[in-house]
C-alpha cells in the first residue's frame, strides 16, 4: 500500500538541503563541471546540461528496495549527440548504466556490439564489413568529441542525487549567462523518502522478523515498513525544483522541460498548465505510445505546434543480420528537436543583447 503525504511543496522547498544529504560524489562532480563549464565559456561556445534517465527512490539506508522511474535514457542520450552536433558543449546528466551518447547505438540488447564483430583471418577482432561505414562514422563523431572535450558524463541514481546536482550544476552554470540551456529529459520521482523517515536496514518480509520501529513510543513509523503482511510506503512529494532553477538557480538560461502523458485529451492543457506555472521557456508534450515520432511544443511565444515524423519515415529496422532485423528508426525525432530547441536558444540570446544595447 501506497501513501502519499500530503506535505505542500513550498513549506519543503528551503528545508530539503538541510534535511537530505548530499552525496559524497558531489564535490568531485562539481569540481569536474567547473572545469569544463570554465573551458567552454572561455571560448563562448553555449552549455547545454542534458538530463536523461530515471530516478529511484530508495526504501532502505541500506537499500535493497527501491522504487523506479521507467526510462531508458533513449529521448536524452539522442538529444545530446544533437546538441554536440549543434556545436554545443553537453553536461550529460544521467542515470547510471542508462544509455549514453554514442554507444546508445550498440547498448541495447537487440543491437549489441558483439553482432557487428568478427574474426579476421589472422585471428584479429574486426568489425564486420557490411557495418564498416556506419561504425566509422559513429566512431569519429566520438573521437572528436572526445578530442574537443566537449562532453561530459555525470551519473545518478537516487532523486537525492539528482536534485543536489541539478543544484550544484546550475550554480556553476552562472556564469554562461544566456549562453547555458537546461535540457531536463530525465524522468525524475514525483515522490521520496525523507532521510529523516528512512528505515536503516533491509524491511523484513516475515512476520516472525518484524520489529516495532517506534520502540513502543507511538512516534511515527518509516516511511516504509511492514504492517503484518502489508508493505506500506508512506511518501511525501518531491519539491518542484523547476521554479526555483527559473527563478534563483538559473534565471538567464534557457530551460527546456518534457511533459509525459498517456491521454491525448490532457497532453496540450498541462504542458501549458506547467509552462504558466513554472514560467520557463519551452514544454516539449509526449504521448507515452508515439513519443518516438511526434511531441507538442509549448512556448510562451511560439504557441503550440507538433513536430511529427511523416509515417513513412518510422521503418525500425535498417539493418540486416543473420536473418535478423535491427536498427533504429529511419528519422530520429530528436534530430528535429534540437535544431528547434536550439534555434529559439537563438532567439532568446538575440532578444536579451538587444534589450541590453537598448541601455
Known amino acids: ?16 538541503f538541510q534535511t537530505n544529504p548530499e552525496p559524497p560524489t558531489l564535490d568531485r562532480q562539481i569540481t569536474l563541471a567547473r572545469s569544463f563549464i570554465e573551458q567552454h565559456a572561455g571560448q563562448d561556445r553555449r552549455v547545454a546540461l542534458v538530463t536523461s534517465g530515471g530516478t529511484t527512490v530508495p526504501l532502505e539506508n ?15 542520450a539522442t538529444s545530446a549527440e544533437y546538441f554536440l552536433e549543434a556545436g554545443y558543449a553537453v553536461l550529460f546528466l544521467h542515470r547510471q548504466f542508462s544509455l549514453l551518447p554514442y554507444s546508445r547505438h550498440y547498448s541495447h540488447s537487440t543491437n549489441c556490439f558483439l553482432d557487428f564483430m568478427t574474426h579476421n583471418d589472422a585471428g584479429a577482432v574486426v568489425v564486420e564489413s557490411e557495418y564498416q561505414q556506419q561504425m566509422a562514422q559513429v566512431l569519429s563523431r566520438y573521437r572528436k568529441v572526445k578530442q574537443d572535450n566537449t562532453l561530459l558524463l555525470l551519473p545518478f541514481t537516487t532523486v537525492n542525487e539528482y536534485l543536489w546536482l541539478l543544484r550544484g550544476l546550475a550554480m556553476q552554470m552562472q556564469p554562461l549567462g544566456a ?18 523517515r528512512m528505515v536503516e536496514h533491509k524491511i523484513q518480509s516475515s512476520e516472525d522478523f518484524q520489529e516495532d520501529l517506534t520502540n513502543g513510543s507511538g512516534a511515527r513509523a518509516p516511511a516504509a515498513h511492514m504492517e503484518g503482511k502489508r508493505l506500506v510506503i508512506d511518501l511525501d512529494p518531491v519539491p518542484k525544483f523547476l521554479k526555483m532553477l527559473v527563478d534563483g538557480w538559473a534565471p538567464r538560461s534557457m530551460i527546456v522541460s518534457f511533459k509525459l502523458e498517456t491521454d491525448p485529451s490532457l497532453l496540450a492543457k498541462k504542458a501549458r498548465y506547467a509552462l504558466e506555472k513554472y514560467s520557463h521557456h519551452l514544454v516539449i508534450g509526449n504521448l507515452l505510445n508515439t513519443r518516438k515520432w511526434e511531441v507538442l511544443f509549448v512556448s510562451a511565444d511560439g504557441g503550440e505546434r507538433w513536430i511529427r515524423v511523416p509515417a513513412g519515415r ?6 540486416i543480420h543473420d536473418g535478423a532485423q535491427m536498427g533504429e528508426p529511419a528519422i530520429e525525432i530528436e534530430s528535429w528537436i534540437v535544431p528547434e530547441v536550439a534555434e529559439e536558444h537563438t532567439k532568446m540570446i538575440e532578444k536579451r543583447l538587444s534589450k541590453q544595447a537598448s541601455y
Open 179 to 196: 549562453n547555458g540551456l537546461f535540457y531536463l529529459a530525465a524522468a525524475v520521482s514525483d515522490f521520496f523518502v525523507p532521510a529523516e
Open 314 to 319: 518510422r521503418s525500425v529496422p535498417t539493418w
Open 62 to 76: 541500506q537499500t535493497v528496495r527501491f522504487i523506479d522511474n521507467f526510462s531508458a535514457g533513449t529521448r536524452g
Open 1 to 16: 500500500m501506497v501513501q502519499q503525504n500530503g506535505t505542500s511543496e513550498q513549506s519543503t522547498e528551503p528545508d530539503y
